[in-house]
C-alpha cells in the first residue's frame, strides 16, 4: 500500500516539497504520495489531527506553523527542543513525534553540496530569529574553530546561546550587533558566513563590513530563488556565493530519511530545480 505525507502552511502552493519528494521516491523505490496541504491560520491542529485519522505516517511543516507543530508533539527530538521548532512530524500509535531537520539541511548542502567543512572554520551567523536558532546546533556540532552570532539587538543572541551552552559543550563563541562588524573591531574574514535573516524578503542590506568576506569565505543565504542584497555584497567583495536551494532539498533528504530510513541522493534533484523551467 502507498504511505501518505504531506507539507503544511499558509500559503503553501508555491512549496517544491511534493516534486522534492515524489523525485526522492521514485528514486529510492518506495511507494509513497506527498501532497500539499494549505491549513488555515487557526486550523492547523485539526488538519494534523485529520491526518493522523486517515492514515497519513507524517508531514513537513511550514511557515507560519512550525512554533504551533513544536507546541503539538507529544515528544520531541533533541535538535527539536534546540530549535524551538518542528519541521517534520512523525506519526505511529496515535502519537505525534516533532523533528527539526533544518540545520542538518544546511549543514549537508554546506559540507557535501559545496565542498566546504566546518570543523576549524571561523564561522559567522547573521540573525538571532527562528531561522538561525534552528540552525545553531546543528553548526555546534559540526565543529567550527569559532562562532560568531551578529544580530540586530545583542540581547537576542545571547539568549539564543544560552539555550544550547546549558546542554551542551560549545566551542569559542562570540556575541555581537551588525555594526560591531565593521573594521577595525573585525581582525580577521570568516571562513563562512551564514544569513539567517529576513532581509532578502525586503531586498534590504544588511550593516555589515565586506571585510567580514575574503576570496575562500563561503557567503550562503538561506533564501532561494533571488539574488539578496547580501549575495550581491559577498560577491562583490570577492566570496563564494551559494542560495538556500540545496538546504530546503538537503532538509527534505533528511526528513525523508527520518521517515523511511533510506538516504536519498540529492544532487540531481538540486540540479533539476536549478534549471530556468523550474
Known amino acids: 500500500m502507498t504511505d501518505h ?69 507529544d515528544t520531541l527530538t533533541e535538535r527539536a527542543r534546540s530549535a524551538g521548532a518542528v519541521n517534520t512530524l512523525t506519526f505511529a500509535e496515535n502519537k505525534i513525534k516533532g523533528d527539526n531537520t533544518d540545520g542538518a539541511g544546511l549543514v549537508n548542502d554546506i559540507e557535501q553540496n559545496l565542498h566546504m567543512r566546518f570543523v576549524n572554520k571561523h564561522v559567522l ?47 569559542n563563541i562570540n556575541v555581537t550587533t551588525f555594526e560591531h562588524l565593521f573594521s577595525p573591531i573585525l581582525k580577521q574574514p570568516f571562513d563562512i558566513v551564514i544569513n539567517a535573516t529576513s532581509a532578502g524578503l525586503t531586498a534590504s542590506h544588511l550593516p555589515i563590513s565586506d571585510q567580514v568576506f575574503a576570496q575562500h569565505t563561503l557567503a550562503y543565504d538561506m533564501m532561494y530563488g533571488r539574488e539578496t542584497p547580501f549575495m550581491v555584497q559577498a560577491r562583490a567583495a570577492g566570496a ?39
Open 125 to 171: 551567523l547573521l540573525g538571532a530569529g527562528g531561522a538561525a536558532q534552528g540552525v545553531l546546533l546543528p553548526i555546534l556540532s559540526a565543529q567550527p574553530a569559532s562562532l560568531t552570532i551578529a544580530n540586530r539587538t545583542i540581547e537576542k543572541a545571547h539568549f539564543m546561546v544560552q539555550s544550547v551552552a546549558a546542554t551542551h559543550a560549545v566551542c
Open 240 to 278: 563564494q556565493v551559494a542560495d538556500g536551494l540545496g538546504m530546503l532539498v538537503e532538509q527534505a533528504a533528511e526528513a525523508f530519511y527520518v521517515w523511511r530510513g533510506i538516504r536519498p541522493e540529492t544532487a540531481t534533484v538540486i540540479s533539476h530545480l536549478r534549471k530556468p523551467s523550474n
Open 5 to 73: 505525507y504531506a507539507v503544511i502552511g499558509n500559503p503553501i502552493s508555491h512549496s517544491k516539497s511534493p516534486n522534492i519528494h515524489k523525485a526522492f521516491g521514485l528514486q529510492t523505490h518506495q511507494d509513497i504520495s506527498y501532497e500539499a496541504k494549505l491549513a488555515p491560520l487557526d486550523g492547523f491542529a485539526t488538519l494534523v489531527h485529520a491526518l493522523v485519522k486517515q492514515g497519513y505516517l507524517g508531514a513537513n511543516v511550514t511557515v507560519p506553523f512550525k512554533l504551533e507543530a513544536y507546541q503539538l508533539c
